[in-house]
């Protein structure tokens, strides 16, 4: 028999464009410069590109606990975070 440990995923895309995958206990940082230079918190941080400046610098984290679970946070960014419903709606985060 052999058991294998399936990981729960989250993909982070933008624009069609695979970014990052999050696995179970890791955490994202997202913005349009996360990677500029600040302190190291250990965080691995994704930079999307955003011409319109929509996106803060630092913008959000993805955060997905052991069980797989995944929370955004907004990082108190200039326009907010949304989720997009299933009918196509915003949701303020």
């Avoid at 069609?16 to 500029?36: D, F, K, L, T, Y």
């Avoid at 907004?74 to 989720?83: H, K, P, Q, R, V």
């Amino acid at each position: 028999m052999t058991l294998k440990r399936i990981t729960k995923q989250w993909v982070v895309t933008a624009n069609g464009v695979e970014c990052a995958r999050v696995e179970q206990g890791q955490s994202v940082e997202i913005g349009r410069r996360p990677i500029r230079p600040i302190a190291d918190s250990g965080m691995a941080r994704v930079e999307i590109s955003d011409a319109t400046k929509s996106m803060s610098k630092r913008h959000a984290t993805l955060s997905v606990d052991e069980s797989g679970m995944a929370t955004v946070r907004d990082l108190n960014s200039t326009n907010g975070s949304y989720a997009v419903r299933a009918d196509g709606g915003l949701m303020r985060l």
